[in-house]
């Protein structure tokens, strides 16, 4: 019989026990082991059974036991200790309070989904795994975040296999009130809710849920409230599920009803309002019409002022490296929920549509793109890695037109991972056995090399004796996954026998472990699959492959993918040395990456934003052999992992780059990596295996800590948003946006007339653009005459930039110097510039100037994305080249 109503019947601790129900509502639990082993103490066998959550422990405990803990003097004095130690580390001083004066008051982060415990499942990949490490790393070091996302029902899908290994999806029902979330209530002790306006005169509704993540409130906004009618429930229904009406609703929310639940929560608990928005991803770009809106309601300000205002406090995080990859609606679904019959009717719909808008060449007109929504409502932005930084520079380039992609305002801060929660205890334990427990979380949090360098006084043996009980636990843990996974398939426990032989604790172990879109390139491993079969099954030195990874439900090509891979991986011939284990998540990647001898990563370059799985098992002494894409083309030396070589230049079929590539791959496999393991050294160990793990631990571990992330983004973009937004008073908002009006309505009266150049080169030769040689350390005077029309000095900057020159005379690696004001315009209007530049630099060198928009709030002079520089004639006049 099915029930007709549902609900969760909570256990009454009693009162000495009482502190446990605190515990298990801060999900610093989920990266501190006392607090894990308390839990595990009232009951190991049903802390088993709740897969490590204490909310469904509670829940299912005998009142028997919890009677007889409440006079257990030796848990009570470990429950005490343990909450104790709760309350010093959200109350006390930690990094950001030593700071010095200035940094903002409280930030708030939004982002779609946010990975913080498997507990709580409302993520389906790296963006949101991403999200709960910078939560964690921010509440290690005291950063005042607020996190806002939505409180889906379904989370992401769970996923097993057919018999002949299709992915199924199955969205399990999660109730809120069996999470470690708890309702923000009013004063009156009702539900806070918040309300968007939908056309037609309907709502959406939805209440707020906090999940408290050491120090960090996280808002989630659900819509599955008796109020709304049964479309608006289903608006957080799942994770990327649904069409584009849907998604635009879920995007609403999270924007426009976030903002308005910071400000409630904030509000109701006292807590300071945020001095910055961080945007991680254009999925919560609304927030900034939301914040405009609020600005021209509460104090006055008509649009373009507000914008300058939420501009000025704003930062924008882009993890993609495709325009595929960008969630972008038709222009008439996004005007009909805006406006005077929708949501912020106050606001002109088609100053809305226009933050949107794809004007670039090749850009759509039709379509709504919310990363350049993200883009243009935000003063500071920034990629995921160095190379995605540029990458990015270059896909957006179009929106700063005259400008080369390296000067596109674009900066990037690298990933990190948060080290407590990934990185294995056995690991912890033998850095606190050397250091002490104290500094040894200091370095896992705040970072600093120098206390990660006493890795180097841990013996071989010490090491490999870790490695191979990591490697012995991943090989249980893989054998009761694939069990399970066998049963669902519809296996007898009869024809199982084998999977008792299922990989070996002695052998190398190489694990791939993602998302499944194609440019990851999950079966490049099966390209030879006679070559793969020869590794699995090498006399002396085997390797074994772990894999898991999910397809998004509605990517058919990503399913036969995987199909393709576990159809080689039943094979029986090496079924022992290759598996695929399904329903990837946080509890399965933490065992992955705490036993895998070597992490594999080989996407299509440069389409990987940073890849932070590898981070994740180099905090375990895992070395990485990866394609130079994301975060290893940054930090890869040949000291501590391997580069598998890249076919990414033009020229290149798909298939023919995979066959390239997949044969450099058998190639480190066969004739690098597994000799290096089972190569014996002195006193029998793989002594030159273990110093690569050593070296892996010593200097990436500093490198790859959220910790060390979040720091760059206080320092780089929160510090400076809120100095910006404090200096962006409601009058200087208005005359920002006035100053940007002239400008633009100006512009086209600024001019580059004249410019010469004296200095004691050697006679110019050739035509146009002319060429002269000059020795290193010369100094050429330039005085350039330009035309600003109804504009003055104090709006431009003028600039030569300067540097070496390729064989079509582009300045490369180019230098700039603002060029000084001679004073009084000349009689005919104009305004003379002069300065030295110095060439400091040998072979082709060249130089040009140029006039761009300046002014003390602007972050960047590319900001408003104006240039003037010669005409093609002023150039031929003064263009010199020296080669």
């Known amino acids: 019989m099915k029930a007709i109503r549902r609900f969760t019947v909570r256990p009454v601790l009693p009162e000495p026990l009482r502190p446990l129900s605190e515990l ?42 919890l009677a007889e803990l409440a006079e257990d003097r030796r848990f009570l004095r470990r429950l005490t200790a343990v909450a104790d130690d709760l309350h010093d580390y959200v109350t006390g001083d ?35 795994i991403l999200a709960g490490d910078h939560l964690k790393a921010a509440s290690d070091l005291g950063v005042p975040l607020i996190g806002v996302g939505l409180l889906y029902r379904h989370g992401y899908f769970r996923q097993s296999l057919s018999r002949d290994g299709w992915q199924q999806e199955h969205y399990p029902v999660l109730d809120p009130n069996e999470l470690p979330v708890t309702p923000l209530k009013e004063a009156d002790g009702t539900p806070a809710r918040v309300s968007l306006a939908l056309p037609g005169g309907r709502a959406l ?17 659900d819509s599955d409230v008796e109020e709304n009618d049964l479309g608006e429930r289903g608006v957080t229904d799942r994770l990327y599920g649904g069409g584009s009406e849907h998604r635009l609703l879920q995007e609403m929310l999270l924007g426009i009803g976030g903002v308005r639940a910071v400000r409630t929560y904030c509000g109701l608990t006292g807590h300071p309002g945020p001095e910055v928005f961080h945007t991680n991803e254009g999925h919560a770009g609304f927030l900034g019409l939301e914040r405009i809106a609020e600005l021209c309601d509460d ?20 993890h993609t490296p495709v325009p595929a990859g960008i969630d972008r609606f038709d222009r008439e679904l996004v005007a009909r929920h805006f406006g005077p019959d929708a949501e912020l009717p106050r606001i002109d719909v088609e100053r809305i549509l226009r933050l949107g808008m794809e004007t670039y060449p090749g850009g759509e007109p039709s379509l709504f793109n919310m990363a350049v929504m993200g883009l243009r409502l935000a003063q500071r932005a920034n990629g995921v890695s160095l190379l995605h930084g540029t990458v990015s520079r270059e896909m957006f380039a179009g929106l700063w037109p005259g400008f080369d992609p390296e000067e596109v305002p674009i900066t990037s801060v690298t990933n990190g991972v948060h080290a407590p929660t990934w990185m294995a205890p056995e690991v912890f334990r033998l850095g606190a056995r050397q250091i002490g427990a104290h500094r040894t979380e200091d370095a896992l949090t705040t970072g600093g090399s120098e206390r990660w360098d006493a890795v180097a006084d841990i013996s071989d043996q010490d090491i490999w004796d870790l490695r191979r009980d990591l490697r012995e636990q991943l090989v249980t843990e893989v054998r009761s996954r694939l069990r399970a996974s066998w049963r669902q398939r519809g296996a007898g426990a009869a024809e199982l026998g084998w999977i008792d032989g299922v990989l070996d604790p002695d052998v190398l172990t190489i694990g791939f472990a993602r998302r499944v879109p194609s440019y990851k390139r999950l079966t490049l491993m099966l ?9 699995l099954l090498h006399p002396e030195r085997p390797v074994q492959i772990v894999v898991a990874g999910k397809a998004h439900p509605a990517d058919d090509g990503g399913k036969r993918l995987i199909q393709e891979l576990v159809r080689f991986a039943d094979d029986p011939r090496v079924r022992h040395r290759i598996v695929f284990l399904p329903d990837y998540g946080m509890a399965m990647a933490q065992k992955l990456y ?57 020229g290149y079929d798909p298939d023919h780059r995979d066959d390239l590539e997949a044969a450099a791959l058998y190639d480190l496999l066969e004739q690098r990596v597994a000799p290096r393991f089972y190569e014996e050294g002195r006193d029998g160990l793989p002594d030159r295996w273990i110093e690569m793990v050593r070296q892996t631990l010593t200097l990436l571990g500093p490198k790859v800590l959220a910790g060390r992330m979040v720091r760059e983004y206080v320092e780089r973009l929160y510090a400076p948003a809120a100095d ?54 010369t100094t050429l005077g330039l005085r350039v005459r330009v035309g600003l029309g109804s504009l003055g000095p104090d709006d431009v900057e003028v600039q030569a930039v300067s ?53 003390p709030f602007l972050a960047s002079p590319t900001e408003l994305g104006l240039v003037t520089v010669p005409s093609e004639e002023a150039g031929e006049e003064a263009g010199v080249l020296l080669r």
């Open 527 to 535: 390209r030879d699959r006679d070559r793969l079969m020869d590794l």
């Open 803 to 855: 540097g070496r020159v390729d064989e079509e005379d582009r300045i490369t690696d180019a230098t700039a110097v603002p060029l000084k004001s001679t004073g009084a315009p000349t009689p005919d209007g104009r305004w003379v510039y002069e300065g030295p530049l110095s060439l400091d630099r040998t072979g082709p060198y060249g130089y040009t100037v140029r006039v761009l928009p300046a002014n």
């Open 205 to 221: 509704h939805a209440r707020i849920w906090v999940a408290q993540v050491g120090r960090i409130p996280l808002l989630m906004l």
């Open 594 to 650: 705490h036993g895998c001898d070597v992490w594999l990563n080989n996407p299509l370059r440069p389409l990987e934003a940073c890849g932070t799985s590898g981070m994740k098992a180099a905090l375990n002494g895992c070395l990485n052999l990866s394609v130079l894409d994301g975060w290893w083309d940054e930090w890869y030396q040949p000291d501590f992992g391997w580069a598998i070589p890249t076919a990414d230049g033009a």
């Open 94 to 128: 930690r990094w950001y309070q030593g700071r010095p004066e200035g940094l903002p008051a409280a930030i708030a982060y939004f982002s779609p989904e946010f990975g913080v415990t498997a507990a709580l499942p409302q993520y389906s990949g790296g963006l949101g």
């Open 24 to 65: 298990a509502r801060n999900l610093r639990w989920s990266w501190h082991a006392e607090t894990r082993d308390l839990f595990q103490s009232v009951d190991p066998e049903r802390w088993a059974s709740s897969g490590g959550d204490p909310v469904r422990l509670l829940g299912s405990v005998r009142s028997a036991r």
């Open 299 to 318: 104090q006055g300000l008509d649009f373009d002022a507000a914008l300058e205002s939420v501009r000025a406090g704003t930062v924008f995080t882009t």
């Open 724 to 777: 910006a937004h404090r200096a962006l008073a409601p009058d200087a908002a208005r005359e920002l946006a006035e100053w940007k009006a002239r400008v633009r309505g100006a512009w086209h009266e600024v001019t580059v007339d004249h410019v010469e150049t004296s200095s004691p080169v050697a006679e110019r030769t050739g035509g146009p653009p002319f060429t002269a040689t000059a020795e290193l350390g």
